[in-house]
């Protein structure tokens, strides 16, 4: 059992994980939100920057990563459940994907539902890390892809061990 079934509030003792969790959109938002959790470190999610929320509906806004607020509840409309995937991960791909959360941070530029999302940042940030994964604007969609590793649109061919332990 990695973490006691809960990789949010455990954390690896290795520190080589990555966890890619969908979670309830907030004010009507029916596509929810997705986050991204490095070696245990707090989840972040890329956003509307503050006030350009309902701007983001109509285009591009300004963007934002901010941390995912403790308690905000998983989603459970994936396709196995509850919308949480863990990741295994070496030492080099986790200190790519802090890199790049680090300069998104540090360099958010825009968001767009459709073309710069929170799942696109999520399959970045994953990417940055050699796990590849298809294009989705959509959370649940995300974390249905990752948690089937016999779709052919999942490459996974570039992860050290040619699978990187997808739980």
Same mark, same amino acid.
């Given at each position: 059992?990695?973490?006691?079934?809960?990789?949010?509030?455990?954390?690896?003792?290795?520190?080589? =994980? %990555?966890?890619?969790?969908?979670?309830?959109?907030?004010?009507?938002?029916?596509?929810?939100?997705?986050?991204?959790?490095?070696?245990?470190?707090?989840?972040?999610?890329?956003?509307?920057?503050?006030?350009? =929320?309902?701007?983001?509906?109509?285009?591009? %806004?300004?963007?934002?990563?901010?941390?995912?607020?403790?308690?905000?509840?998983? =989603?459970?409309?994936?396709?196995?459940?509850?919308? #949480?995937?863990?990741?295994?991960?070496? #030492?080099? #791909?986790?200190?790519?994907?802090?890199?790049?959360?680090? @300069?998104?941070?540090? @360099?958010?530029?825009?968001? =767009?539902?459709?073309?710069?999302?929170?799942?696109?940042?999520?399959?970045?940030?994953? @990417?940055?890390?050699?796990?590849?994964?298809?294009?989705?604007?959509?959370?649940?969609?995300?974390?249905?892809?990752?948690? @089937?590793?016999?779709?052919?649109?999942?490459?996974?061919?570039?992860?050290?061990?040619?699978?990187?332990?997808?739980?």
């Amino acid at each position: 059992m990695y973490a006691l079934d809960n990789p949010l509030s455990y954390t690896d003792p290795l520190g080589l =994980d %990555v966890t890619i969790t969908a979670y309830r959109g907030l004010r009507g938002n029916p596509a929810g939100h997705l986050g991204v959790s490095v070696n245990g470190s707090p989840a972040v999610g890329f956003n509307p920057a503050s006030g350009w =929320d309902l701007l983001a509906l109509i285009g591009p %806004v300004p963007g934002a990563v901010w941390p995912i607020q403790p308690g905000r509840p998983v =989603d459970t409309r994936c396709a196995n459940g509850a919308c #949480q995937v863990t990741i295994h991960t070496t #030492q080099d #791909q986790d200190q790519a994907m802090f890199n790049y959360i680090k @300069n998104r941070i540090n @360099n958010p530029g825009y968001y =767009d539902m459709v073309g710069r999302s929170c799942a696109l940042f999520g399959r970045d940030v994953l @990417n940055a890390g050699s796990v590849k994964t298809p294009w989705t604007p959509l959370p649940r969609e995300l974390i249905n892809n990752l948690t @089937n590793p016999s779709s052919p649109r999942i490459d996974l061919g570039r992860c050290p061990t040619g699978v990187c332990g997808l739980q």
